[in-house]
C-alpha cells in the first residue's frame, strides 16, 4: 500500500501538470506493492480546487482507494501539529497535511508528495517518495 499527498494526487490525475509524469511512474511502481491510497482529507482538499469531478473520476478510473481516517489518525495528526505550533509554528491552514502524514505514519505505508521536508521534519518514521529522493 502506498498513500498519496493532495499535490501528487493531482499531478497523477491531471495529465497536463509538469509533474504528472513523476507522479505516473510513481504510481506505476507503487501499484505493484498494493493498492494506492489516498484520505478523505485529499479528497476534501480536490473539491476546494477547480476540475474536482475530473480528478477524482481519473483516480478512481486507475484505481485509486479512498481510505477512511479513524481516532488513531486523528491523535497522530493532533501531535505533529502540536509540535509543529510548539517550534513557532503560524499557519493553522496545513493541519490537513498533519493529517496526511499520520495517515500514512499510522497505517506504516509510503507517502508520495512533493513537500518532502515538512512530512520528513514530523513523521521522521515515514517513508517519503518525493521528487527530491525518488528514483523513479
Known amino acids: 500500500m502506498t498513500l498519496f499527498d493532495t499535490s ?3 499531478d497523477l490525475a ?5 509533474w504528472h509524469p513523476w507522479a505516473a511512474a510513481v504510481y506505476a511502481d507503487r501499484c505493484a506493492e498494493g493498492p494506492v491510497l489516498v484520505s478523505h482529507v485529499v479528497l476534501a482538499e480536490l473539491h ?3 476540475d474536482v469531478q ?3 473520476a481519473a483516480l478512481s478510473e486507475l484505481g485509486v482507494v479512498l481510505d477512511p481516517l479513524d481516532d ?3 491523535k497522530r495528526a493532533g501531535e505533529a501539529h502540536g509540535e509543529y505550533r510548539r517550534r513557532g509554528g503560524e499557519r493553522r491552514s496545513i493541519l490537513a497535511d498533519f493529517l496526511i502524514g499520520a495517515h500514512a505514519a499510522v497505517r ?3 507517502l508520495v508528495t512533493r513537500d518532502h521536508d515538512r512530512f520528513a521534519s514530523y513523521f521522521p518514521e515515514l517513508t ?3 521528487p527530491e529522493v525518488s528514483h523513479v
Open 54 to 56: 475530473q480528478r477524482w
Open 128 to 130: 517519503i517518495i518525493s
Open 14 to 18: 491531471a495529465a497536463g501538470s509538469p
Open 108 to 110: 506504516g505505508v509510503p
Open 72 to 74: 488513531l489518525i486523528a
Open 48 to 50: 476546494a480546487g477547480r
Open 8 to 10: 501528487a494526487a493531482i
